[in-house]
């Protein structure tokens, strides 16, 4: 799949907010087949929302990988950089993955999961450990 091709229309959605695929196809300089192409991987993915003829738009997952990403810091979960084994996780398959406690976001790569040792992480990057150890603290909050 052309990397190119897909940068270009998550970064014109992204700043533009929705247009029609003809648009986004002059904006990018792509021919219509590639775009074509482009977003059925990408819809596949559930990375863009498609209306029939009509305009392709990010779906509204920002605001979703924040409300994770901030309640996980009630549980002590922490970024990448925290030093403990309380840290976000990365990894590639096809492109840069990273879990929801990453510091940046990303539209293609932050992923509504916490670092774990039994999937996404390791010893050293473990959110969902710490999450489990305060689970109870945090619920013991009035
Ligand atoms: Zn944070």
Same mark, same amino acid.
């Given at each position: 799949?052309?990397?190119?091709?897909?940068?270009?229309?998550?970064?014109?959605?992204?700043?533009?907010?929705?247009? +029609?695929?003809?648009?986004?196809?002059?904006?990018?300089?792509?021919?219509?087949?590639?775009?074509?192409?482009?977003?059925?991987?990408?819809?596949?993915?559930?990375?863009?929302?498609?209306?029939?003829?009509?305009?392709?738009?990010?779906?509204?997952?920002?605001?979703?990988?924040?409300?994770?990403?901030?309640?996980?810091?009630? /549980?002590?979960?922490?970024?990448?950089?925290?030093?403990? %084994? +309380?840290?976000?996780?990365?990894?590639?398959?096809? %492109?840069?993955?990273?879990?929801?406690?990453? $510091?940046? %976001?990303?539209? $293609?790569? $932050?992923?509504?999961? /916490?670092?774990?040792?039994?999937?996404?992480?390791? =010893?050293?990057?473990?959110?969902?450990?710490?999450? =489990?150890?305060?689970?109870?603290?945090?619920? $013991? %909050?009035?």
């Amino acid at each position: 799949m052309n990397s190119y091709a897909k940068q270009g229309v998550v970064k014109e959605l992204n700043d533009s907010g929705e247009m +029609n695929q003809a648009e986004l196809a002059a904006r990018i300089g792509i021919p219509k087949s590639t775009l074509s192409r482009t977003l059925q991987d990408l819809e596949r993915r559930k990375l863009i929302i498609r209306y029939d003829n009509g305009p392709v738009r990010l779906p509204n997952q920002t605001s979703t990988v924040v409300t994770i990403h901030e309640l996980g810091h009630n /549980f002590d979960a922490d970024h990448e950089d925290a030093g403990g %084994y +309380n840290q976000a996780y990365r990894w590639w398959r096809g %492109y840069c993955h990273h879990t929801v406690m990453w $510091s940046g %976001y990303t539209v $293609s790569g $932050s992923e509504y999961e /916490f670092s774990s040792d039994d999937y996404h992480g390791d =010893s050293t990057h473990d959110d969902a450990r710490r999450i =489990s150890e305060t689970k109870g603290v945090v619920a $013991s %909050y009035t």
